[in-house]
Every structure is written in C-alpha cells, then in structure tokens.
C-alpha cells in the first residue's frame, strides 16, 4: 500500500503574488484588520481597495479579521464581515452586497489531495451571492456556491451548491427549510 511522503509536497506552482506584497499585507493584516483595536471600517475597506480587492460602500468590518490575499477578494456594498472571521482565499473569494459573514466563520479555498502521495495542495474559489449569512463558527468549504439569501446555521460546514433562500445546518450542512423574508419588515423599512 503506498504512503504518504510529506518530503515530496511541492506547491511551487502556486504564485499568489509578489513576495514584497505578499509580506506587506502580512503586516498591515497582523496589525489593523488582525487587531482587537476597533479601526473604523472605512479605513480597514481602504487598505484592502489598496491591496487589490474591491470593496463595496458601507462594508463593516469588525475585529480580528483573518484575510489571507486581498487581491482575490470581492464584497458587494452594505456588507457585514463578523469578528474573528477568516478568510483563507488562496483563491477568489467573492461576497454579494448585503450579506453577513458571522463572528468566526471561516472560508477556505484551499484543500489537500489525500489521495496523492505528495498531499497536493488543491483550491477553489468560494461564492457567497447577495443576502447570504454564513453564522458564527461555520466553515465553507473549497468550490462552495452560496446562492441568494441562503442562511447557513451556525457552527455548520457547508460545500458544494445550494438553492436560493435555503436555510442550512450540521456536519455536513444539509437543506433545513426555505428562508422566508416578511413582508411588513420591508414595507417598514421604506415607509417615509
């Protein structure tokens, strides 16, 4: 039966970008969007527009925010990014407008081929769409697609694609019942 031989794990073919990049968003990850100091939103949106991502208006990031590579990352307007989450987007990560990334969530967009004897590293992008909620300390997975409004419960992991307005929840996340947004909230929220 042949082994696994970590000896042999070679990821040069992966080029998330220049090394002086690369090492100068590891700093100003560790000490803004990394840090427990409350740096208003607005700036932390402006050093990752620096880096390369594209960052809606009204974006709220809260507090030791984990993101990996800037550049591969989108989030739409009015969109909330929780505490202690972490996006590991070795890989694109995409966020539509409106949506919540809850207190420790993790995306990740990297994986290992088990089946391989080096343990090839693997990735693939994530898609949150519009009014999506991924809830505190749930995991999605590499190549997952989270369509419209779905909600994924807290402490789920979820991968693959889901359907719109769907709400799912466990290990691995399954379908629960259809998000159902009222009415008389939103006829509310735009009376004059």
């Known amino acids: 039966m042949t082994t696994v031989d970590l000896s042999r794990f070679d990821n040069a073919w992966y080029r998330p970008g220049p090394t002086l990049k690369r090492a100068l968003w590891a700093l100003v990850n560790a000490w803004v969007l990394k840090s427990d100091l409350p740096y208003p939103s607005a700036f932390k949106a402006a050093l990752l527009r620096a880096f ?74 994530i898609e949150i769409a519009d009014g999506a909620w991924v809830g505190a300390k749930s995991v999605v997975l590499p190549g997952t697609r989270l369509e419209s409004h779905v909600v994924v419960a807290a402490g789920s992991v979820i991968g693959g694609r889901t359907k719109p307005y769907g709400i799912y929840r466990g290990c691995p996340a399954q379908w629960t019942r259809q998000r159902v947004i009222r009415q008389a909230d939103v006829a509310t929220e735009t009376a004059p």
């Open 52 to 125: 390369g991502a594209r960052v809606g208006r009204g974006v709220v990031i809260k507090p030791n925010v984990n993101i990996k590579y800037p550049w591969f990352l989108s989030i739409g307007d009015f969109t909330w990014i929780g505490e202690g989450a972490w996006i590991d987007n070795l890989a694109q990560v995409a966020i539509g407008a409106h949506a919540c990334i809850s207190q420790g969530a993790y995306l990740l967009t990297g994986n290992h081929d088990y089946a391989a004897p080096r343990f090839d590293l693997m990735i693939a992008p």
